[in-house]
């Protein structure tokens, strides 16, 4: 429908109001003289006189006020609005994408900090010419710039226990300095923390192998793994691995004690120990107890030394004897290392084979103290 058939439409009611008696003799007096004389006027007024004004059912327009923004303009706007507000939420959620997993980070008070109950530092890493330069670089820094991790101890987040960044504790504990923490907030179970800490310490690769495999023995005694091929899987490691690891930290306290640090301890030595005590389980016990009393030793002599084949310092020097008779002596330091004095005259052409057999003989003879 046009506008014009909805505006006759509008106004097919409208009454013209009855004229008053002044302006109907008015109207009256304005016939258009091309009427016939003598002609009655007529009740309707003639177009060309002035208009009368009409009562009509629509309401006064209000005019608008200069800069007032119509119903449709500020839709307009408000739409340009929202679009740039979009835009900006859009530019946010990009910029933010590069710290997604990202773990809140806070200083927190070493003291509130606790190792964790898999905590594989022996004390005597915390005493190492490394840890000592390792501490001093913190304390240059003013703290740790790596920050460790942390899982809340509790709901009231009061105390925090170490995922990794054992040494990076010690450091600011010792130097009373604030250690700055990434905070695990989603939830962590203890085999969670495990598996972070073990691949936290096999990638900084400063780990020793006793404290690798003390960590592995102590997760099965407390039965987080029902197997040794299970704890491998779990953790994305070979079964050797795994097995040499435990089989250093299966060495007898005993034969430990012998070492400066149970640090020193490498995986082929555990697996040169483990032959020993396996072929003479009491003469390698026998053999530490007097390592323990003598003056210690680098590992590869204490090593050579439990498994006999390396003599102690301290013990008697032992006499070479060929055909019966007295040809020297030998003797060993505290290195593990072998003197031998030759009589003058005893050694000639006809008895080179006789005295080399002699002195293999004292050498793999059992060791005894002076």
Known sequence: MSTRDRLSRLTADLVVPPVPGPVAASAASTVPATEPPGAAPTDTPSLAADPVPLETRFPGVTPRQPGRKTGPGEMLAFRGQMLAAEGEVARLRDALQQFDGS???????????????????????????????????????????????????????????????????????????????????????????????????RERADLSAWEQGTMYRKALEEQMFPSQRRLAESLGVSHTWVRKAIAVADIPEPVVQCFRSPLELQFKHAEQIADALLADRKGVLRRAEKLRQSERFSAAAVVAALVGKQRMAGEAAREIRVGGELAGRIAWDERGQATIRLLPGVVHADNVGALVDAISAVVQAPTRRK
């Open 103 to 201: 773990l809140p980070t806070k200083k927190l008070d070493p003291a509130t900090v606790v190792p964790s109950r898999w905590a594989n530092r022996h004390d005597a890493s915390f005493s190492t010419p490394d840890f000592i330069r390792f501490k001093a670089d913190i304390e240059h820094a003013g703290g740790n710039v790596q920050p460790i991790v942390v899982r809340p101890l509790g709901a009231d987040g009061q105390g925090y226990e170490i995922v990794f960044g054992h040494r990076r504790h010690r450091a600011c504990l010792e130097l009373g300095l604030p250690v700055l923490a990434a905070i695990w907030t989603a939830p962590m179970s203890d085999l969670e923390l495990f598996a972070a800490m073990d691949r936290e310490n």
